[in-house]
């Protein structure tokens, strides 16, 4: 397995699901073992000094982690993955590479972590944000300066579940030598590819649906840019943003039943979003896949299927009833994150979006009673049966 073939050609293998299974593993060259190993060491024996089997101190590579970054790649047909040790580290590492001076277009409903890295370590250090609504391609060419060097794009957003549209955006922002990153962490590979509709680099947090089990933090990059593959290797040599073996090989493991998993996930989503929408204690219920969602023909465009997230309303935005489904529920997990089997429910407001002033949240129309969804693979019914009798409890 030596480093330099770390990323096969995303060509390949032919469907998702092999890419899943097989992408970037072979097995084990020394003793045949089909699962790569947990290479958990830190360095590595050299016949002669400079002479080794391409593999030096694991800040830089690792097999686990090199077996884990050619999946990735082929997951999202790229040329390169670049694993790190959590979804900020790779976002870090992302804007580490811009220069003082350079500003950034992000989406205005994102991930509340990547709000505070901008706002608070990147604005101090003279890189700059704008946070913009992106379902308006005219708003977003309009917030571009000379100075822009990055679009960042999250979609479905987070948690408002806006349909940001890949391609409209990437042509504006090439036409502005601007590099395009969208954060693909709420749709997967396996729902959408964004590197496709034109952007130059995807961002994930494999906490989440990758890895799929709640059971570890790791973040990669997916890109064809050679160039961006080498700032951002140069970044991890140099700053220690690297995963350990253990954690890619859990990730490993969680991209093997990825579309499995996301099947599950997209159809009880589905049906649960439905139940809520006819539900009379229920205001406006934010799932791309229901027709009635603004972003939805540009989800069937963009996306195979709608993913495992929904936002929901209460009809009188009541936050203190709000609080009370998220107490009287007991097959939903009360918890931050997203993207496990198990079924979790959160209030932004209070949880995940708190790092955003409330001034701001009021403005982006992310309200007090708004409640956020990861829909497990459990049985439907449980799920189903679950949540309407929390939302008839209050
Ligand atoms: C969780 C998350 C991140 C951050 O990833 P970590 O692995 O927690 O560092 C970034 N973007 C989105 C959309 C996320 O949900």
Request: glycine share 10%; proline share 14%.
């Given at each position: 397995m030596p480093a330099s073939s770390s990323?096969?050609?995303?060509?390949?293998?032919?469907g998702f699901g092999t890419r899943a299974v097989?992408?970037?593993?072979?097995?084990?060259?020394?003793?045949?073992?089909?699962m790569t190993p947990i290479?958990?060491?830190?360095t590595y024996a050299q016949a002669?000094?400079?002479?080794?089997?391409?593999?030096?101190y694991s800040r830089v590579s690792n097999p686990t982690r090199t077996a884990l970054e050619g999946n990735l790649a082929a997951l999202e047909g790229a040329e390169h993955g670049i694993a790190f040790s959590s979804g900020v580290a790779g976002i870090d590492a992302i804007v580490k590479s811009l220069r003082p001076g350079d500003h950034i277009v992000a989406t205005d409903d994102l991930y509340g972590g990547t709000y505070r890295l901008l706002e608070e370590v990147f604005e101090p250090l003279d890189i700059h944000t704008s946070f913009v609504d992106m379902s308006d391609p005219d708003a977003v060419e309009a917030a571009f300066?000379?100075?822009?060097?990055l679009l960042w794009v999250e979609t479905?957003?987070?948690?408002?579940m806006r349909v940001v549209d890949i391609e409209a955006l990437s042509e504006r922002a090439h036409a502005h030598d601007i590099t395009v990153a969208v954060d693909n962490t709420f749709a997967t590979p396996y729902l959408q590819q964004p590197l496709d509709h034109g952007a130059d680099m995807v961002l994930h947090s494999a906490t989440k649906y990758l890895g799929g089990h709640s059971d570890l933090i790791l973040g990669a990059v997916c890109t064809n840019s050679d160039e961006w593959a080498e700032k951002l290797r140069f970044q991890i040599k140099s700053t220690g943003a690297a995963p350990g073996p253990m954690d890619c090989f859990l990730a490993l493991r969680g991209t093997k039943t990825l579309h499995l998993r996301m099947e599950q996930h997209c159809s009880s989503a589905r049906r649960l979003a439905q139940m809520l929408n006819a539900?009379?204690?229920?205001?406006l219920v934010r799932y791309?896949?229901?027709?009635?969602?603004?972003g939805h023909a540009l989800a069937q465009k963009q996306m195979s299927d709608y993913g495992g997230m929904i936002s929901f309303e209460l009809d009188d935005d009541d936050m203190d009833k709000a609080l009370a489904i998220l107490d009287a529920?007991?097959?939903?997990?009360?918890?931050?994150?997203?993207?496990?089997?198990e079924s979790l429910i959160e209030h932004p407001a209070s949880m995940?979006?708190?790092?955003?002033p409330a001034k701001e949240r009021r403005k982006i129309g992310l309200t007090d009673s708004l409640i956020r969804l990861s829909v497990g693979v459990e049985s439907f019914d449980d799920l189903q049966d679950d949540l309407d009798r929390a939302l008839r409890q209050v």
């Open positions: 990323n096969e050609p995303a060509d390949a293998p032919s097989h992408a970037g593993q072979q097995p084990d060259p020394s003793t045949g073992a089909v290479y958990q060491s830190s002669a000094p400079g002479e080794h089997q391409g593999y030096e300066t000379d100075d822009t060097q479905p957003t987070n948690p408002l539900h009379e204690k229920v205001g791309p896949g229901l027709p009635s969602h603004p529920v007991e097959v939903f997990t009360l918890a931050e994150s997203l993207g496990g089997v995940t979006h708190a790092s955003i």
